[in-house]
Nanobody
């Protein structure tokens, strides 16, 4: 069974940094592009970042561009989200997702096949 398990969330002060990890199992990791989304209660899931299968191409939401970095280690079946210069508005549950599809809208959560359970990130002011 496919599992994506996020870790690394927590409470940080504004301006601080946090590194999220997502460990994948049950799939051929290098065959899947990966994404990070975030969600606050009552709001729709929001795209944050995406990385190609080989890790050579990345995409970011404007809201996180320049502050967040997505990366992956295919040997470890893990995707990361390095979050710097955190702001209170970054507070959310962060989810990793996997897609085996091509030519997809990377901003659309419906284009992803598998999802983790999420990890809470809270940024205090």
């Amino acid at each position: 069974q496919v599992q994506l398990i996020e870790s690394g969330g927590g409470l940080v002060q504004a301006g601080g940094s946090l590194r999220l990890s997502c460990a994948a199992s049950g799939l051929t990791f290098s065959s899947y592009a990966m994404g990070w989304f975030r969600q606050v209660p009552g709001k729709e899931r929001e795209f944050a970042a995406h990385i190609s299968r080989g890790g050579s191409v990345t995409y970011y939401a404007d809201s996180v561009k320049g502050r967040f970095t997505i990366s992956r280690d295919n040997a470890k079946n893990t995707v990361y989200l390095q979050m710097n210069s955190l702001k209170p508005e970054d507070t959310a549950v962060y989810y990793c997702a996997a897609t085996g599809r091509y030519f997809s809208d990377k901003y659309n959560a419906d284009n992803y096949d598998y999802w983790g359970q999420g990890t809470q990130v809270t940024v205090s002011s």
